[in-house]
């Protein structure tokens, strides 16, 4: 199966979707079960108290809190807008930020980030230039701190549908914002699986979407590869990808060739396969990397390796490097409930 596809079905009557390139796996997104808050949610919410120690407060959201790593400038009782950063763990307030995105397909509109920006990724000058002026002719009206980034996805798409697209994030992240009046309150869903699938995975654009597909397409089988610890790597060796309560272990193994080619070959494959298994299973927090030895002078190569590969990660993540012990520390953001918590027992 050659191309870029974007396969949308269910799972329990929940929404999934499923991003192949060239056959193989490259994103899953499932909505959680049950009533659970999703990512990119936006509130009003209202502030509670600061927690000393942790700076940030918690905010009363309808049936229950969330923290916000904000202090300055609030006091307990204002009302204020707030989005979800990230999935909801059980037993812990929900993650929440003031710094709003209002996010489609082709442009994100940036509340108290003024300014439009145009994609780095469109290079075309006079295409830039075009953007531009449609941009602006489309953001005027807009609240003075309301900004625009223009996402590369809208390179060649047609220029009413563009102009459309804005104004409708731009009339809503107004009326959003300036909706303070009322106790907490959900104001913007956040977007269920197909919905991200369509707005996140549009660049580039997908070469078939297919509806239903997860069994003509062989995505279960996908899926179910994903609940084993060990990934088979490129030249016999596997990686061991084990969560924790406090971590992420994973370590790397070369198989029955042991010599130091054999080892950075390993480790070079296993950095490079890293995020897509990070993402697909769901995985953030601490993450610490057992690489097969190797000397010291190879450490070199696979700090570039590890940046390369994680440099197109979506969720933010953090590589701190070697240990004493010769373990590679690193974070990565949680930005999705893990795999296993999401299919439960569905198999």
């Known amino acids: 199966m050659k191309g870029r596809v974007v396969c949308l079905d269910r799972i329990d009557g929940r929404e999934a979707a499923a991003l192949i390139v060239d056959g193989r796996l490259e994103d899953l997104l499932i909505d959680p079960p049950g009533d659970v808050v999703l990512p990119g949610a936006i509130y009003r ?7 000393k120690g942790q700076g940030g407060m918690f905010v009363k959201l309808p049936g229950g809190s969330g923290f916000l790593r904000q202090v300055s400038g609030l006091a307990p009782g204002q009302r204020i807008i707030v989005q979800v950063t990230g999935p909801t763990e059980p037993g812990k307030a929900v993650p929440v930020t003031t710094r709003l995105l209002f996010r489609s397909r082709w442009a994100i509109v940036t509340p108290g980030a003024p300014g439009i920006n145009i994609s780095r990724r469109i290079r075309d000058e006079d295409v830039r230039a075009e953007l ?14 309301h900004g625009l980034i223009l996402r590369s996805a809208a390179e060649g798409e047609d220029e009413a549908a563009v102009a459309e697209d804005i104004l409708a994030m731009k009339d809503l992240a107004a009326a959003v914002t300036a909706d303070l009046a009322g106790g907490p309150e959900l104001l913007v869903d956040g977007p269920g699986a197909h919905e991200a699938a369509w707005r996140d995975w549009a660049d ?15 995505v279960w089988e996908m899926i179910d590869a994903l609940r084993a610890a060990r990934v088979d790597l490129p030249g016999g060796g596997h990686i061991t990808v084990e969560p924790t309560r406090a971590l992420v272990a994973v370590d790397v193994n070369t198989g029955a060739d042991t010599s130091p080619a054999a080892a950075l070959k390993a480790n070079v494959a296993a950095a490079r396969e890293l995020p897509r298994q990070l993402r697909l299973r769901g995985l953030g927090g601490q993450v610490v ?11 070199g190569t696979l700090d570039q390796v590890m940046k390369a590969a994680f440099r197109a990660e979506g969720a933010e993540t953090h590589l701190a490097g070697w240990t004493g012990l010769g373990l590679y520390e690193m974070t990565r953001k949680r930005d999705r409930l893990a795999l296993a918590d999401l299919l439960g027992g569905v198999v």
């Open 45 to 51: 919410a209202v502030a509670d108290r600061p927690v």
């Open 132 to 145: 531009q002026a449609l941009a602006e002719e489309a953001m005027a009206g807009a609240p003075a701190d």
């Open 204 to 218: 580039p654009p997908p070469d078939e979407v297919v509806e239903g597909g997860f069994t003509d397409l062989g």
């Open 289 to 299: 990397v057992d690489f097969a030895p190797v000397p010291k002078k190879d450490r």
